[in-house]
Nanobody, 125 residues
């Protein structure tokens, strides 16, 4: 069974950094892409970045490009999202999920995975 555990969120001041972790189980990262998403209060969940299974390619949305970096550790079956220069607008619950990922973009594939509880990121002084 596929599970995702997101962690690493917290309270950070504007301009600060955080690294989120997405620990995946039930499949190997070699074969599937993983994407990070976030949902701010009162807003729809939005895609941010992904890393593909093979060779891996990465994609970062323009709204966070230059500030967010995605990476993975296959030995730990974990994907990371390094976030820097955080802004109050980055406040949201962050989630990860299996996705179809390429350099050109990402979308949620029909894997019927559950989103998990996410990890809260709050950017405030």
């Amino acid at each position: 069974q596929v599970h995702f555990i997101q962690s690493g969120g917290g309270l950070v001041q504007p301009g600060g950094s955080l690294t989120l972790s997405c620990s995946a189980s039930g499949f190997a990262l070699d074969y599937y892409g993983i994407g990070w998403f976030r949902q701010a209060p009162g807003k729809e969940r939005e895609p941010l970045s992904c890393i593909s299974g093979t060779d891996p390619d990465t994609y970062v949305r323009d709204i966070v490009e230059g500030r967010f970096t995605i990476s993975r550790d296959k030995s730990k079956n974990t994907v990371y999202l390094r976030m820097s220069k955080l802004e109050p607008e980055d406040t949201a619950v962050y989630y990860c999920l299996r996705v179809e990922c390429s350099r050109g973009g990402m979308y949620v594939a029909d894997y019927e995975d559950s989103w998990g509880q996410g990890t809260q990121v709050t950017v405030a002084s």
